[in-house]
């Protein structure tokens, strides 16, 4: 029975990795679909590594185990950071790791009201930068047809 209840967990953070994976997919940026989908997928699977393995081992720290899934997200975080003609780049895909892997954090311990309300917001964050753009079009094309 506890398994079927695991793997409900994956596979809601599977699902709430696709919706945000696949704005950044289409957004064409360095941390795709297969990216935030195996970040959300892994730190669901350390927090139910953790969970199960509680209690068993005498020295085992769970919070350890979650602790250093993160410290592993500033590296992959880092490494997608970059110059590109001159402008640093990828900062806030490098951003992003951090509240996906939270969001498997939450879908690991079974938060599932939480982890859908979190991806809900990140997607609209992401997604205020492109209504942000067709604002600004709108104005300019109003300017231009107040300058004729």
């Known amino acids: 029975m506890i398994e079927l209840v695991y793997l409900f967990r994956i596979g809601l953070s599977f699902f709430l990795g696709l919706i945000i994976g696949l704005e950044r997919e289409q957004a064409d940026k360095p941390a ?3 990216t935030v989908l195996f970040i959300m997928i892994g730190a669901t699977l350390a927090v139910i590594f953790s969970l199960r393995y509680l209690g068993i081992a005498e020295k085992f720290d769970a919070i350890r185990a979650i602790a250093y899934y993160l410290v592993a997200i500033g590296f992959v975080g880092g490494g997608i950071i970059g110059r590109k003609h001159g402008k640093v780049e ?3 895909t490098a951003a992003l790791l951090l ?3 939270l969001i498997g954090f939450l879908c690991g311990i079974g938060d599932y009201f939480l982890a859908i309300v979190a991806t809900l917001i990140i ?3 992401l997604k205020l930068k492109y209504i942000k753009i067709k604002i600004q079009l709108i104005q300019k094309k109003g ?3 107040c300058v004729k």
């Open 143 to 145: 300017r231009k047809k």
């Open 90 to 92: 990828g900062i806030t």
């Open 32 to 34: 795709g679909l297969r």
């Open 123 to 125: 997607y609209l964050v």
């Open 99 to 101: 509240p996906i892997s």
